[in-house]
């Protein structure tokens, strides 16, 4: 793998964000279909990283425009993180001897 580090950044640190990178998009994957479960729209951010594949893949092809993606990519990557913590919270025995939350349904005595 051949990468430009004309701006001095030493190759390690470039080879820590290339792997650290391609590490998300399952994790965007896994928080995309999570969040298409809870009946989240997700059709906003899957647009933005389509955009600007079709916007570079057409016209410039470098990867330095990816930003707008990487916005979305990060957000359904924490809606991934959050449901691994809501997992091991909801495992764990003091969790579940907290009284559940009750609706307002349940709050009315008839």
């Known amino acids: 793998m051949h990468l430009k580090t004309e701006r001095g950044t030493p190759l390690w640190v ?7 990178y391609w590490a998300l998009p399952p994790f965007a994957g896994a928080g995309a279909a999570i969040a298409r479960r809870r009946k989240i729209t997700v059709y906003p951010l899957l647009m933005l990283p389509l955009m600007v594949v079709l916007t ?11 930003a707008p993606a990487e916005i979305a990519l990060v957000v359904l990557v924490a809606v991934g993180i959050n449901a691994v913590f809501d997992a091991i919270l909801e495992g764990r025995p003091e969790r579940r001897t907290r009284p559940r939350p ?6 009315v005595d008839v």
């Open 14 to 20: 470039f080879r820590v964000g290339f792997v650290a």
């Open 56 to 66: 570079v893949t057409f016209t410039i092809g470098s990867v330095r425009y990816r």
């Open 102 to 107: 009750r609706s307002g349904a349940e709050m």
